[in-house]
Antibody, heavy 120, light 109 residues
Framework: QVQLVQSGAEVKKPGASVKVSCKTS????????INWVRQATGQGLEWMGW????????GYAQRFRGRVSMTANSSLRTAYMELSSLTSEDTAVYYC?????????????WGQGTLVTVSS | QSALTQPASVSGSPGQWITISCTGG?????????VSWYQQHPGKAPKLIIY???KRPSGVSNRFSGSKSGNTASLTISGLLAEDEASYYC?????????FGGGTKLTVL
């Protein structure tokens, strides 16, 4: 079955960067975009951006442009999201999700989530 | 502020039905039949329950149904079960970006 398995929890200091991985299985990795969504504690879902593993093309939410980078390693079937210049407001659970039709709303399945804590 | 508007909370008794609304604009939800709904239990990842306004993925109960009229989409859950208690999020195509509703907490009384 299709699975997305993310890397473990991270604790970072303000100003640092974090890189979260999303290892996929059960489907052709290069045929579907990967999206990243985050969720602060007790808050709703926030879309961060998408990445096409075949072309490397990306699209980022405006508020993250300049400090987010989404990449992929096709041989490892793994997508990555790196966020830099971290502040306490970046403390959240970060999810990767497969975009089934490429229209930025049909996400299935999701990874289990990666908690990123930013604290001095 | 979320791009799509949902009620913060709804409640219902077991066996009853409830509806959750999701309101967008003419440039997103109103222009496309590309609306999805997600169920999220505490501490868990979101799970797709409706896509393309009213389609259910394999394995999702037919107690869940979706619809859309104008700029508003709706999720209806019939025959409420205790296990339906969760948060529900809508999502719509919006051109070059993804958008979600703020989420609705469903309490089964």
């Amino acid at each position: 079955q299709v699975q997305l398995v993310q890397s473990g929890a991270e604790v970072k200091k303000p100003g640092a960067s974090v890189k979260v991985s999303c290892k996929t299985s059960g489907y052709t990795f290069t045929s579907y975009n990967i999206n990243w969504v985050r969720q602060a504690t007790g808050q709703g879902l926030e879309w961060m951006g998408w990445m096409n593993p075949n072309s490397g093309q990306t699209g980022y939410a405006q508020r993250f442009r300049g400090r987010v980078s989404m990449t992929a390693n096709s041989s490892l079937r793994t997508a990555y999201m790196e966020l830099s210049s971290l502040t306490s407001e970046d403390t959240a659970v970060y999810y990767c999700a497969r975009d089934v039709d490429g229209w930025l709303n049909w996400f299935d399945p999701w990874g289990q989530g990666t908690l990123v804590t930013v604290s001095s | 502020q979320s791009a799509l508007t949902q009620p913060a909370s709804v409640s219902g008794s077991p066996g009853q039905w409830i509806t959750i609304s999701c309101t967008g604009g003419s440039s997103d939800l109103g222009s496309y039949n590309l609306v999805s709904w997600y169920q999220q239990h505490p501490g868990k990842a979101p799970k797709l329950i409706i896509y393309d306004v009213n389609k259910r993925p394999s394995g999702v109960s037919n107690r869940f149904s979706g619809s859309k009229s104008g700029n508003t989409a709706s999720l209806t859950i019939s025959g409420l079960l205790a296990e339906d208690e969760a948060s529900y999020y809508c999502s719509s195509h919006a051109g070059s970006r993804g958008i979600f509703g703020g989420g609705t907490k469903l309490t089964v009384l």
